[in-house]
C-alpha cells in the first residue's frame, strides 16, 4: 500500500548536524513533491520545505533556510533533509508528506499521505 | 510573512455542528486544506481544494473557503470527530499552517 517511512531522528547537541530519511512505497515517487513538516511537543504543525518530484525546485520555510537541505533520490524512492547548525527549536517529531494537486489553477497542492514521523531532539 | 488564525479551541454536542474557521489574508484567492490530527497520531487530511473530501471522509465534513476565512463543517459530530484540526495553504508556493483548533466532544 502506499506509505511513507521517517527515520534518522535522534538525540544531537546544539549546532550539530543530522541527516533524516524518507521511503517510500506503492507509488510512483517521481510523480510526487515532497515535503517535511515538523511539529514540536505539544505544538502544531511547522511547515519545513517540499521538493519537485524531479528535484529541480525546492522551497524552505525561513526558520531553516539556509540550514536545512531537502533533496531527494528517485531510483531509491527516497527523501532526505540534511539538517546543519541544529537549536533547541528545532526539536520536533518531523514527518514527510506526499503532496498530491498542482498547480493549474493555482496552487493547490495538499498532502494526501503522511508518515509517522520521527523525532529529533536537539539539547 | 503570511499568517493562518485559528481559535485554539471549539466545543460541541454530540450530534450538533461543529464549525472551525481559519482567517488570512485574502484567504479565499488561495486553496485551503485542513488536518485532522488525534493524540500520538499522524495527520489526516480531510478537506483539499476548499471543499473537496478524499475518499474515506465521511460526508459529515466539508469546507469552504471566501473572503478571509476558510471553514471547517462537521455536521452530527460524533466522539471519534474529537481531535485537533489545522487548516493550511500556500503563500508564494510557502506553507503555512494555522495554529490548530482543539475540538471537543462533549
Known amino acids: 500500500q502506499v506509505q511513507l517511512v521517517e527515520s534518522g531522528g535522534g538525540l544531537v547537541k546544539p549546532g550539530g548536524s543530522l541527516r533524516l530519511s524518507c521511503a517510500a512505497s506503492?507509488?510512483?515517487?517521481?510523480?510526487?513533491?515532497i515535503t517535511w513538516i515538523r511539529q514540536a511537543p505539544g505544538k502544531g504543525l511547522e511547515w519545513v520545505s517540499y521538493i519537485s518530484g524531479g528535484g529541480v525546485t525546492m522551497h524552505y520555510a525561513d526558520s531553516v533556510k539556509g540550514r536545512f537541505t531537502i533533496s531527494r533520490d528517485n531510483a531509491k524512492k527516497s527523501l532526505y533533509l540534511q539538517m546543519y547548525g541544529l537549536r533547541a527549536e528545532d526539536t520536533a517529531v518531523y514527518y514527510c508528506?506526499?503532496?498530491?494537486?498542482?498547480?493549474?489553477?493555482?496552487?493547490?497542492?495538499?498532502?494526501?499521505?503522511w508518515g509517522k514521523g520521527t523525532t529529533v531532539t536537539v539539547s | 510573512s503570511y499568517e493562518l488564525t485559528q481559535p485554539p479551541s471549539v466545543s460541541v454536542s454530540p450530534g450538533q455542528t461543529a464549525s472551525i474557521t481559519c482567517s488570512g489574508g485574502k484567504l479565499g484567492d488561495k486553496y485551503a486544506s485542513w488536518y485532522q490530527q488525534k493524540p500520538g497520531q499522524s495527520p489526516v487530511l480531510v478537506i483539499y481544494?476548499?471543499?473537496k473530501r478524499p475518499s474515506g471522509i465521511p460526508a459529515r465534513f466539508s469546507g469552504s473557503n471566501s473572503g478571509n476565512t476558510a471553514t471547517l463543517t462537521i455536521s452530527e459530530t460524533q466522539a471519534m470527530d474529537e481531535a485537533s484540526y489545522y487548516c493550511q495553504a500556500w503563500d508564494s508556493s510557502l506553507g503555512v499552517f494555522g495554529g490548530g483548533t482543539k475540538l471537543t466532544v462533549l
Open positions: 481544494k476548499d471543499d
Open positions: 508528506a506526499r503532496m498530491d494537486g498542482g498547480t493549474h489553477p493555482g496552487f493547490f497542492y495538499y498532502m494526501d499521505v
Open positions: 506503492g507509488f510512483t515517487f517521481s510523480d510526487y513533491y
